[in-house]
């Protein structure tokens, strides 16, 4: 077990939970701001991918520290376990699956996915201690851990695969890693939903990407660094294009833009439950609590100004 963790329920941020969930506001949560809070965690989240200090934590262990994605996929994965590039397709869906051959196949044989465990711990508390200084230590932050450990805790797991792996993990002792162990569980939560959203909608993985670059979310370059080659882009364009979806130029008709904010809205909805567990006295409090946390990350220029994730564009 990582020297970060602990099995106890009443330390730390824990302790502060059962402080402020003392009488929880049973006003009903709005999917809306499922994807406002999402805006806020992500970036908290996604320093494991970009942060130096992570990156040195990874190159330890002897994962090439060139490129990202030689890390990020142990580091994302690892909560699975040492499984199979197949295992890791499905979770991941939108990545062609050669890339996540060429990265996870390698991968276990370079660290194990609890030594990947405890250096992305060791990273992120680096990073944060880093980027947040002295706020690591101060109440406000653990309140914000307490509230985000409760939504997480109450974060239904069942055919969500990659919530389920993160949320068996033991959680960490201090509250700053709480709370980006919380944001983890509630990211992978929203994105194994998001999933669900995509089948739903008939949006294989590459479809899913080659319609949301045409409604705009982000560029194709962008799209482009999820490793489908471009004779397949074209032909799941070739194939959204006959269901309706993209007009002659690429980008996405009106039923293509429809068919999008469906998916979108069905993302929040389903990934609205964990918050209801605040009610709309908790999540107001912790949407305050997060604003100097997610200024703070986005100031340090570490995380890109586009994602695959079109947060700001839809």
């Known amino acids: 077990m990582s020297e970060h963790t602990d099995k106890g329920t009443a330390t730390g941020a824990a302790a502060a939970?059962?402080?402020?969930?003392?009488?929880?506001?049973?006003?009903?949560?709005?999917?809306?701001?499922?994807?406002?809070?999402?805006?806020?965690?992500?970036?908290?989240?996604?320093?494991?991918?970009?942060?130096?200090?992570?990156?040195?934590?990874?190159?330890?262990?002897?994962?090439?520290?060139?490129?990202?994605?030689?890390?990020?996929?142990?580091?994302r994965a690892a909560p699975l376990g040492a499984t199979g590039p197949e295992r890791v397709t499905s979770a991941f869906y939108s990545f062609a699956p050669h890339m996540v051959t060429e990265h996870i196949e390698s991968a276990w044989q370079v660290a194990t996915p609890q030594q990947v465990l405890d250096a992305r711990l060791r990273g992120i508390d680096r990073a944060y201690r880093a980027i947040l200084g002295d706020r690591v230590d101060r109440p406000e932050l653990a309140e914000a851990a307490a509230l985000a450990r409760r939504a997480a805790e109450a974060a239904g797991t069942a055919g969500r695969p990659l919530a389920a792996a993160n949320a068996a993990l033991p959680w960490p002792e201090a509250p700053h890693l709480q709370l980006w162990h919380a944001a983890t569980i509630l990211r992978e939560h929203r994105g194994d939903g998001h999933l669900a959203a995509l089948l739903l909608a008939d949006l294989d993985p590459v479809e899913s990407l080659v319609s949301f670059a045409a409604m705009g979310a982000a560029s194709v370059e962008r799209f482009e660094s999820r490793g489908w080659r471009p004779e397949q882009w074209s032909a799941a364009a070739t194939r959204l294009a006959g269901r309706g979806l993209l007009a002659p130029d690429g980008t996405a008709t009106e039923a293509g833009l429809a068919l999008r904010r469906r998916v979108e809205e069905d993302t929040d909805r389903l990934a609205a439950a964990p918050w209801q567990s605040l009610g709309g006295t908790g999540v107001d409090r912790l949407t305050e609590l997060l604003g100097d946390y997610w200024v703070a990350v986005l100031s340090t220029g570490l995380l890109p100004s586009e994602s695959t994730l079109g947060i700001g564009k839809v």
């Open 17 to 75: 939970g059962a402080a402020v969930g003392a009488a929880v506001d049973v006003e009903a949560v709005p999917a809306a701001r499922a994807r406002q809070l999402w805006h806020l965690l992500e970036p908290l989240h996604a320093l494991l991918y970009y942060a130096p200090e992570v990156f040195e934590e990874s190159a330890a262990l002897g994962y090439d520290p060139s490129d990202r994605w030689p890390s990020y996929f142990p580091l």
